[in-house]
């Protein structure tokens, strides 16, 4: 059997997700947890794969990874949600034995930026160029052979507790692309950078800008979405606002 799991983590308690020796990153904790309650005996035969692989400092209230497991999944399940650690396991999901959880249809980021004096309605202006499929090569860490080209289905931007929140949809992004992205609305709400800038950027990738990257704690990836439903641990939402509410109060 095939399942997949919802998970969140302050990122700030780790070296990273992903696997790195001698770092305490969040993948070799999950695949840590899983070892220790005989869920599986090894990572690899057991093809554990994750959905986001986050940076240094980036939180998730909603990743998601899968594995292959003989194990039942309401023992799973139980295990998983009684054991603890700062890995929040609260979600579970019986999948195909194909499934591949990059393969998301939607992936949800939200970034808590300090309202201060910045120009919240140049920043809305603003973000509305990035909405829609463009060549984010200038806003990305983009690796070889990695296509550039991203759909940005929209960006919300809102106020909590003095600070901006915004929030990004698309089904992938790439690597830093979203603190690029927040970089620039930033220098737009400080009135340094300018639209016809950011247009040009977008549309003429092959020349060259940088746009800097904001730091990564603020950063939170809020869910990863599919086309089926997870089954969800009693009261999850209240440990996810508490983890968001710990993350907020620390920036």
């Not at 940076?55 to 998730?60: C, L, Q």
Request: aromatic residues 12%.
């Amino acid at each position: 059997m095939r399942f997949a799991l919802k998970f969140a983590y302050d990122g700030t308690c780790f070296s990273g997700y992903a696997r790195q020796p001698r770092q305490r990153t969040v993948e070799q904790t999950l695949i840590d947890i899983l070892i220790d309650q005989r869920v599986f005996d090894d990572a690899r035969m057991s093809c554990f794969r994750t959905a986001s692989r986050t940076d240094r400092g980036v939180s998730a209230l909603g990743n998601v990874c899968a594995f292959d497991t003989t194990v039942s999944k309401d023992e799973v399940f139980s295990t998983l949600t009684k054991h603890i650690s700062d890995v929040f396991i609260y979600g579970i999901c019986l999948v195909t034995p194909d499934f591949y959880p990059r393969h998301a249809e939607r992936r949800e980021y939200r970034y808590y930026l300090r309202k201060n004096s910045l120009d919240v309605d140049r920043m809305l202006s603003a973000a509305g160029l990035f909405t829609g499929e463009h060549n984010f090569q200038n806003f990305a860490r983009v690796e070889p052979l990695k296509n550039p080209i991203r759909n940005i289905e929209n960006i919300i931007i809102s106020e909590k507790r003095g600070f901006l929140v915004l929030d990004f949809y698309a089904q992938t992004f790439l690597w830093n692309q979203i603190r690029r992205i927040v970089s620039a609305l930033k220098k737009a709400g400080e009135g340094i950078l300018s639209e016809t800038s950011i247009r040009q950027a977008l549309r003429h990738p092959e020349r060259r800008v940088d746009f800097q990257l904001v730091e990564p704690k603020p950063l939170i990836l809020r869910d990863v979405m599919y086309d089926f439903s997870f089954e969800y641990l009693l009261k999850y939402k209240k440990r996810l606002h508490d983890i968001e509410n710990r993350i907020l109060a620390s920036l």
